[in-house]
């Protein structure tokens, strides 16, 4: 056999690529704002929809389901769930809201807009949290898999495993569908996997750590539970069972800086234009222009700008002249 081929060449390649792995790399966090939560709500599962956070609560005796005001936190509608279950996570899907259960092996279905129960749906394992890719249910309950739902009838679809590199990942807790990733709590931690959904593996890890002052925190079982996102406006919000408060935050890697924004487009001259691109809070981007695109050296002097943290615009005001027909956004780092 040729010592080259092709089935040794992949199994020297997969030796080579499990020695070299490189680390899961991580993200931080900056909070970009703050709003009151309920401290007595034990936050099993969150989601955001059309301008509301919605919470389902745990403990027997106090599990629920809430429609809260994103900026005050106040209570706008309520529904009690009977003492002898514990609310676990829970989506919104199709104008339903699917409500896990704990340890009760049922799943709540109430109309979105009335909170009326219209269904319950059976299981066999825990429940701990939920989300939907669009089309299926996605759960977890507190092992190492997600499991994928139908919708209509609960049956179980197909599971994947999580896994950070060779090692299984337990405890996945609440969950966020996020631009077709799985963003999972982890429980008992302050880290959030990002998990691909199709293969299980963790993609990237959030770490969370300090993101609470723990003196505002009662007790052990008072932990970052609760992942929503508004796609609308590509908003992230994060709390925890019986935290006060409910945070709005923008991840981006731990080491480094942020990767260099590298959006570069031709203008055309004499037409203004503007640059829109996802920015990092409090770090400063500067328009540099050029002739070609062909390894030229940038020239800066362009207008200066601060990130939000959201998606920021530059624009060029003056028409371009036929010497700087090709405009970038430089990254200069921390304000
Ligand atoms: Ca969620």
Partial sequence: ??????????????????VIRAQTPEDTYQVINSFPHNASSFTQGLI??????????????????????LETGATLQNRVVGSSF???????????????TWRER????????????????????????????????IMSDGSQYLYFRDPETFAELRRVAVRDGGSLVDDINELEYIHGEVWANIWLSDRIARINPITGEVNRWVD?????????????????????????????FVTGKLWPTLFEVVTHPLDGSPPST????????????????????????????????????????????????????????SAPSASNLFYSVETLGPN
């Fill in 106 to 137: 049922t799943a709540f279905v109430y109309d979105a807009d009335t909170f009326d129960l219209l269904d319950a749906l059976s299981y066999t394992t825990e429940g701990w949290g939920l989300t939907h890719n669009g089309q299926e249910l």
């Fill in 1 to 18: 056999m040729h010592p080259f081929s092709p089935l040794i060449f992949s199994a020297f390649l997969c030796l080579f690529g499990a």
């Fill in 208 to 236: 969370l750590t300090d993101i609470i002052d723990p003196s505002l925190l009662s007790g052990s079982q008072s932990l970052l539970n609760g992942i929503a996102y508004d796609a609308a406006t590509d908003r992230l």
């Fill in 262 to 317: 590298t959006l570069s487009l031709p203008a055309t001259q004499g037409v203004p234009f503007d640059f829109s691109f996802p920015t990092f809070r409090d770090f400063r981007y500067r328009l540099v222009t050029a002739s070609d695109l062909s390894g030229a050296t940038w020239s800066g002097g362009g207008a200066l700008l601060i990130g939000t943290g959201y998606s920021d615009t530059l624009s060029v005001v």
């Fill in 48 to 69: 955001y929809h059309n301008g509301f956070i919605y919470e389902s609560r745990g403990l027997y005796g106090s599990s629920g389901l809430r429609k809260l005001d």
């Fill in 86 to 100: 514990f609310g676990e996570g829970m989506t919104l899907l199709n104008g339903k809201i699917y409500q896990l």
